[in-house]
Nanobody, 119 residues
Framework: QVQLVESGGGLVQAGGSLRLSCAAS????????MEWFRQPPGKQRERVAG???????IYADSVKGRFTISRDNAKNTVYLQMTSLKAEDTAVYYC?????????????WGQGTQVTVSS
């Protein structure tokens, strides 16, 4: 079974920084796209950033220039460096990965980590 475990969330003041990590574990062949989503209170989940196995990246307009997604393939880990945080960045952050087990690729989600930005 594949598991994704996020860490690094917490409480930070506006203008501050946080770094989220998401590590994949279990038995699998490869990890393709890895993404970060977030779900603010009372709102729908939205994609924040994504990165392919070749390290091409994509960002939501709301975080461009402030957030950076990266990955360490040797550690099966994706990171989200968040800077210049705003109150509207407050949300539960989830990682998602497309993992190939044997010959089938499936999407897996982490349990989420809370990020709270105080203004």
């Amino acid at each position: 079974q594949v598991q994704l475990v996020e860490s690094g969330g917490g409480l930070v003041q506006a203008g501050g920084s946080l770094r989220l990590s998401c590590a994949a574990s279990g038995r699998f062949f490869s990890i393709d796209v890895m993404e970060w989503f977030r779900q603010p209170p009372g709102k729908q989940r939205e994609r924040v950033a994504g990165i392919t196995s070749g390290e091409s990246t994509i960002y939501a307009d709301s975080v461009k220039g402030r957030f950076t997604i990266s990955r360490d393939n040797a550690k099966n880990t994706v990171y989200l460096q968040m800077t210049s945080l705003k109150a509207e960045d407050t949300a539960v952050y989830y990682c998602k990965a497309f993992v190939t087990v044997v010959s089938t690729s499936n999407a897996y989600w982490g349990q989420g980590t809370q990020v709270t930005v105080s203004s």
